[in-house]
Structures are given as C-alpha cells and as structure tokens.
C-alpha cells in the first residue's frame, strides 16, 4: 500500500502549479475505508492563496466522499520536506494521533511517523468540544 501511495504522491507532485518556487509537492491520503486521494500544490502570486499538496488532497477527499477518518499520508518532494504547520492541523482534523505519516523524497527514503510524532499538542476538533464555551 506505502508504494501504492507513494505513485499517487509522485503523479500528484508532477501536475504541480508551483511557477514561483519551482517546488513540486505531492500528497496522497489513505482512508480508513480504503479509499485514495491525492492533491499538489497549486501556488499563486499572492502566496497566501497557494495551497499545498496535503490540503488539496483532503479537499478531494471531503469533495468526493465527505467526512472521512485518515489512516496514512504520504508527502513527497524531491527533498523529502515534512508538511507546514498548516497542513498539520487541517490534518489533525481528520486523523488520529496513530496516523501514518510517510515523508518520501527522489531517492525513495522514507521517513514514516505517527501523527502524534508530528503534530505534539495540536488543537484537534475533540479539543475544541471539551474546551468550547456558550
């Protein structure tokens, strides 16, 4: 599956719309129920309207089959470079501290990490419930 995921990642980063950094960025997630998506970086001149790899592939995700749970992802770049702090916590909202996450970089290293790893201390949705006010 890991390579299965990896391909995805690696098509996704070669349609990457990335004339500013040249960064080619791919995502691949991987539902609980088995189901694949992927996503890459889409930049603009604003820089605050790029999105990257890993957000594009949850949109797909909740475009095409709404509310799902994240058992992997996989991040790939030529230089293996782990996900923003941003993509962090929109993954934070779908995954679970166990989530597989997988940095692979061009020569095919992989760095495979559970969220928690990852993302210490993120504000989560279950967080937001316990601490919500009225």
Known sequence: MINTLRQHAITAANR???????????????????????????????????ICAERSAIAQMISKQGKAHIDKVYIYTRAGWPPCGLCRQVISEFATPSTEIIIGNEEGEEKHLPFSDLFPLGYTAEEYQKNKTI
């Open 16 to 50: 990457a719309y990335s004339p500013y950094s040249e960064a080619k960025v791919g995502s691949a997630v991987l539902t609980t129920n088995d189901q694949i998506y992927s996503g890459c970086n889409i930049e603009n001149s604003s820089f605050g309207a790029t």
